[in-house]
């Protein structure tokens, strides 16, 4: 009976230590699993906050609940992610609308104050560029004869033939009414100006087809170099006059 009692003694004690173990080991598998889920948790939501960077998504968890949990957080940032998406959008198209002549989809008077300032700003005799303001010769009759639908018609086809005649480093606006402007890069004389006013008048010469009826239409265009202005004020007066 002693020699049973010491064996079952014996057995007991191994077995508790091996449950003891497997208790020890269970445990800080356990809670190495949940450290991780937790630390992938805090690691998502810190770089979604302060980064703004709703790309990032919760892995996978070998706890059921702690997936459950990943799940909603990712479908909730799925959802942000789209909000942002179409807020960014909505933005750009926002800006593009302020920034953009309606009708013409030019630049519009904001746009171009903003690119001639900071030209004026940065501006060096070494980038020199040219300022030329256009007026459309028969736009009040041409309103007044055909109506504004036509009007507006003069406008955008002006609007194209100026913007396909001009360079792709060119910028023309719309500033209002009948009147655009052009900022001419890397121009330093009157000759290149001219050269570039000349071909610019040349597309007005082809009539516009309305209704089988052929209407005419020209530009007059003043023109103001960069080195010959102190400022963007006097500038612009240049080129209006």
Known sequence: LLQFLKQFILFFLISLCCVVCIIRI????MYRNINQSL????DTTETAIEQRDFNQRIPASKITEFNVIAM???TLLDEIQLWQQDIVQENSHLEYRALHDALTELPNRAY?????KQLCNTNSPSIPFALLYI???RFKAINDTHGHHVG?????TMAMRLKNTLR???FIARIGGDEF???LQNVSTSYQALSVAKHLIEVSQEPLIYAGQEIYFGFSIGIALSKDSQNMQELIQHADQ
């Open 152 to 156: 507006d018609l003069v406008l955008q």
């Open 26 to 29: 269970s445990t800080f598998l």
């Open 181 to 183: 402007a052009v900022i």
């Open 112 to 116: 171009f104050n903003q690119r001639l």
């Open 72 to 74: 909603r957080f990712n």
């Open 39 to 42: 630390a992938a948790l805090i």
């Open 135 to 137: 007026d459309n010769n």
């Open 168 to 170: 792709m480093n060119d």
